[in-house]
């Protein structure tokens, strides 16, 4: 495939290019930086928008987990629109892929914690302390144990189910219990710490050793969890920090990182097999997308779709819109009935299901000098397994339907 960034021209007024075959309907400032414009493409009809970040804005970038906690009776999806408030953003768009049991898919960094490790490989769009934003597979972490003279001990996962016998690490970011099995050894760590997952290195002011699994998780305590060889490391680990005490490193190389997929533009190129025949791909769905532009600005984008104004994008077609609006590095967040885009807490977009999906996360960008997001309060509903129905059924629908309204629509096929 051919990556087409033609630019047409647009009044004086506009913010950045504007692709060809689109036209400015609307465009705002938000806040010094931040640029809102609302875009009208034809043949077919498509409904677009777009908040245009300067560079340096997108330090205020941040991943929203919803209902702040990924198990436990208070977690669950939230709207795009009640993250947003929790923030009070500026900007937001739905974030990461909601997985089997309404469980985040890819990693998440939010203000330099540690939410969440990889649940599968998944691309990851991250962010460091100065927003500048890269793309790419996995995420680089350290998380390790040690105490004076004894074996430091790795986690290699964390705020996910533990996976044979390996190591994992739990906060309260996780829930109240680790979930785990009885053939689990664990020990409670407290920490010199009132943060949830500090970062850097972190004195441990107490280590219990545990057997039987699902540990509570308390304030200022982390579990760290080991089955098999793991849980020898584990009670070794337990033994000697007790005698001699302990600290925890966290490393991470982002500040800010959410899960996404496919990687759309790589260097201008397109990073997924264009090819592919599968519905997603070459099929027109709502879309949710950010771009990084060479001057560095960040792009926060949504097509939606589904409607009669409005077709969706096959991911070729989105490709060459975010390359027409002048990036050159590009990832596609989840969409489909998901896509929302809300500024100043109204959604401003047409979403696909008639109303808001809750969804597992949003990225948001906050006001200068805010810290965190306001907590969130119990969920509108619980998560359901295997998956949220309000969240698959009408994706699958509308990925069988979607070709025949196509043809029936006369609308071209997908760019191949």
Do not use: K
């Not at 189910?161 to 690490?169: E, F, T, Y």
């Not at 800010?256 to 592919?276: I, K």
């Not at 070459?282 to 997308?289: F, I, K, S």
């Not at 100043?344 to 996360?361: I, K, L």
């Amino acid at each position: 495939m051919a990556v087409t960034a033609t630019v047409v021209a647009v009044p004086a007024r506009a913010e950045g290019p504007v692709p060809a075959g689109y036209r400015v309907v609307a465009q705002e400032r938000l806040e010094a930086g931040v640029h809102h414009l609302t875009l009208r493409g034809e043949q077919p009809g498509q409904n677009v928008h777009v908040a245009r970040l300067a560079p340096g804005v997108a330090n205020r970038l941040r991943p929203v987990l919803s209902s702040d906690v990924l198990t436990g009776p208070s977690s669950g999806p939230e709207t795009t629109s009640s993250m947003c408030a929790r923030a009070r953003c500026v900007v937001a768009v739905n974030g990461d892929f909601t997985g089997p049991g309404g469980a985040l898919v890819g990693s998440m960094i939010s203000a330099g914690e540690l939410v969440a490790t990889p649940g599968i490989p998944h691309v990851q769009l991250s962010l460091d302390a100065a927003g500048r934003g890269t793309i790419g597979e996995g995420l680089d972490f350290r998380v390790q144990v040690g105490s004076p003279g004894g074996q430091a001990v790795s986690a290699f996962r964390v705020n996910r189910p533990l996976i044979g016998d390996s190591v994992n690490l739990y906060s309260r970011r996780w829930g109240p219990s680790t979930l785990t099995d009885t053939a689990t050894t664990e020990v409670v760590l407290q920490l010199d710490s009132d943060q949830v997952l500090p970062r850097g290195t972190t004195q441990i002011r107490g280590a219990t050793l545990r057997s039987g699994g699902n540990s509570l998780i308390g304030p200022g305590q982390v579990v760290l969890s080991g089955r098999g060889a793991g849980a020898q490391a584990v009670a070794a680990f337990a033994q000697s920090a007790a005698q001699r005490g302990g600290s925890l490193l966290v490393q991470t190389a982002a500040t800010q990182s959410t899960g996404a997929s496919p990687h759309l533009l790589d260097n201008g190129r397109p990073g997924y097999p264009v090819a592919d025949p599968d519905p997603f791909v070459q099929g027109r769905h709502p879309r949710t997308m950010v771009g990084i532009t060479a001057a560095g600005e960040t792009l926060l984008v949504t097509v939606d779709g589904r409607q009669s104004g409005s077709a969706g994008l096959t991911l070729a077609e989105a490709t060459n819109l975010m390359a027409g609006l002048g990036a050159v590095d590009a990832v596609n967040l989840d969409g489909g009935g998901s896509t929302t885009f809300v500024t100043g807490g109204t959604v401003r977009n047409q979403p696909s299901d008639g109303g808001q999906r809750r969804v597992v996360s949003a990225l948001v960008l906050v006001p200068p000098g805010q810290a965190a997001p306001t907590p969130a309060g119990p969920p509108a509903a619980p998560r359901t397994a295997p998956t949220d129905p309000a969240s698959l059924l009408p994706d699958l629908v509308n990925a069988l339907l979607q070709p025949i309204l196509n043809l029936l629509g006369g609308q071209p096929q997908p760019v191949r």
